[in-house]
């Protein structure tokens, strides 16, 4: 590590030196998008990379003031984040609030504290994270991804993916698996 990039980083540098666990679909899509940029290897990458690198401290640092602070969210917050990770899972806010026992607009609310997004928006980070994992790991075609992530259909994935990680699922494909 780079000791004056790390000076840079003021109090929030403690944070590389925790071993952490993070459950936030976000953090996978900026971990996709740093795979992008360290095999473009144009001249703007090593800008990119900081900038992902830098956003990557910013949410470690956040959960590590959290837990300091003994503000952790309640355990309902994290069961039903936790439902959400479960592919099957729950269909609606109302079933997933009926989950955890707790009523709708006090878990939209609590979640969107906790995790800084709505919860549609944590799940549909979540199923492109999941998609881009097949997309670097199998040869599936883009329509069957999409269905197998949860989406309406190819397009819908291909948009919503464009916009979360900036590159086509296409493009993804090919920068993870050069032929």
């Known amino acids: 590590a780079d000791p ?12 590389l030196e925790e071993r952490a ?3 936030v679909a976000y953090l996978s899509l900026l971990g996709c998008r ?10 703007a990458a090593p800008l990119a990379i900081e900038g992902l690198l830098l956003e990557v401290v910013a949410s470690a640092s956040r959960a590590a003031e959290l837990r300091l602070r003994g503000t952790t969210p309640p355990r309902w917050i994290s069961e039903a984040r936790d439902l959400l990770h479960d592919p099957g899972g729950v269909r ?3 079933d997933l609030a009926e989950a955890v026992g707790v009523h709708p607009v006090t878990l939209a609310r609590g979640f969107r504290q906790a995790y800084g997004c709505s919860v549609g928006a944590y799940l549909r980070r979540l199923r492109i994270a999941r998609a881009a994992q097949r ?9 069957e991804i999409a269905l197998a992530a949860g989406f309406a259909d190819q397009s819908h994935f291909s948009n919503l993916f464009r916009q979360e990680t900036g590159i086509s699922p296409s493009a993804f494909r090919r920068s993870i698996k050069p032929r």
């Open 92 to 94: 609606s806010l109302s």
């Open 135 to 143: 997309l670097a790991e199998t040869d599936d075609a883009l329509a």
């Open 34 to 43: 740093l795979l992008v940029e360290l095999r473009a290897g144009d001249v």
């Open 21 to 23: 666990t993070f459950h």
């Open 4 to 15: 004056a990039g790390v000076g840079r980083l003021g109090p929030h540098a403690r944070v």
